[in-house]
């Protein structure tokens, strides 16, 4: 229901339609139980030595302010915040329950989003969708040598449904039913199945899961977020043919377009992805917001939610991950380990990524990822070289001392002689 159809009921004194708790989504203030939850939450996290952007910036003037605050789709500060509030280890601690969020909460997202998306400011404004040239994007490693997967993913939520916490059941339902729609209209190579993990067997999810095509439930911050209700309702997955391309449906945002493949071929994947978006946009009305751009659940996403991503093997950088972190920060890139983030990189292979989303648009968050990759594969190549490089007359002389016990007793000698250096 709109906002103005809400008002138009209350002003011909019709109540207007609950929300999934049943409370009345314009009128009534949060009840005693949920301000409690609240109160005790923010007393816990202030206390704590939490590091989350949520403890930063939540301060009791601004919890006081907003405490009382309801968005029409009747989410709370505690929608906002509950996640934050049980795992103190959170490193932002904040979701959106659904698109006003971000307005009515404004006073709590707003120096959140500027802190984490370097700099976007309240008087900022995202620019419009701009996929640039698709053609100018290349293979960023022919050989095969550095590059082992390409993936670039984007979330994106309907417009008219509040996002995961604030979900019916029949909203699942009626969320999988249109997305299910606009997969099946998909066109060529991105032609494919769309399966349902209601009926899924066990076996087949975690053969998917195994092979990073399926998410899973469990993430105990989606979980405190209240992200998981009614698990498996509405949750499923579509890929195609070759599975290079795949949508998840109701994980964390109401949908995940995805293209990826093996090897470094960026060109590829980045057209694949642009025609998918541009074919399920035609089907569905994405949630965009003229300032923030695309509305995600989580505030990190905003603005293009593009996330472009490599797994890359340097074993070299690997021993110096200063130089690695050195590199990637010129061209704002994130590095985290081969299976994301909080993990070890297994054998020198990184997962390296965009971490700007905000303030400029797809084509220059994965240009951006392209020419930082170009440059860490540059750096691993001159480690390799300068290892390579021919010894010098002394080290060779060093070399002929250390093998021949016959010279021992030059060994001590400041400067050696001459003919030692001969190779």
């Known amino acids: 229901m709109s906002r103005y159809f809400q008002r138009l009921l209350v002003k011909m004194g019709t109540k207007p339609k609950t929300t999934c708790r049943g409370k009345c989504a314009l009128t009534a203030k949060p009840d005693e139980e949920t301000l409690g939850k609240m109160e005790t939450g923010f007393c816990n996290l202030s206390s704590s030595d939490s590091q989350s952007l949520l403890k930063k910036y939540l ?3 601004v919890f006081e302010k907003l405490k009382n605050k309801r968005t029409t789709f009747g989410s709370t500060l505690l929608d906002c915040v509950q996640s934050g509030f049980a795992n103190h280890d959170s490193g932002v601690g904040i979701y959106a329950p659904d698109a006003e969020a971000y307005k009515v909460y404004a006073d709590l997202f707003d120096p959140i989003i500027e802190d984490y998306h370097m700099g976007f400011k309240k008087c900022d404004k995202h620019p419009a969708t701009d996929f640039g040239d698709v053609k100018s994007l290349v293979n960023i490693d022919p050989s095969g040598e550095y590059v082992v997967s390409t993936r670039i993913r984007c979330g994106r939520s309907i417009a008219g449904f509040p996002f995961n916490p604030c979900l019916s059941e029949e909203q699942y339902k009626e969320l999988e039913r249109k997305i299910g729609i606009a997969l099946g209209s998909l066109t060529e190579e991105l032609k494919g199945q769309y399966f349902p993990l209601c009926g899924m067997t066990k076996d087949v999810q975690q053969n998917l899961i195994d092979q990073h095509f399926l998410f899973k439930e469990g993430d105990r911050f989606l979980e405190a977020a209240n992200s998981n209700r009614f698990w498996p309702t509405g949750r499923g997955i579509f ?5 290079t391309f795949l949508v998840w449906v109701n994980e964390e945002d109401h949908m995940r377009v995805i293209s990826m493949q093996q090897g470094g071929d960026l060109g590829e994947v980045y057209r694949r992805f642009v025609c998918a978006v541009n074919q399920l946009e035609s089907k569905l009305t994405f949630s965009r917001d003229e300032r923030l751009g695309y509305l995600t659940f989580c505030p990190t996403n905003l603005g293009t939610s593009i996330r472009a991503s490599v797994h890359i093997k340097v074993p070299k950088l690997a021993k110096n991950k200063a130089k690695l972190e050195e590199v990637a920060a010129k061209y704002n ?14 054998g020198g292979i990184y997962d390296i990524s965009n971490k700007r989303r905000m303030g400029l648009t797809e084509y220059c968050a994965v240009k951006a990822m392209q020419d930082g990759i170009l440059e860490i594969i540059k750096e691993e190549k001159s480690i390799k070289l300068r290892k390579r490089r021919k010894p010098t ?3 060779l002389a060093r070399k002929r001392l250390a093998q021949n ?16 250096y001969k190779v």
């Open 59 to 61: 301060t009791r003037d």
């Open 405 to 420: 016990p016959a010279l021992e007793r030059i060994k001590n000698l400041k400067f050696l002689p001459t003919y030692m």
């Open 239 to 243: 890929y195609n043919e070759n599975r």
């Open 393 to 395: 007359p002394r080290q």
């Open 333 to 346: 890139l994130q590095v985290r380990g081969t299976s994301g983030e909080h993990t070890d990189a297994e």
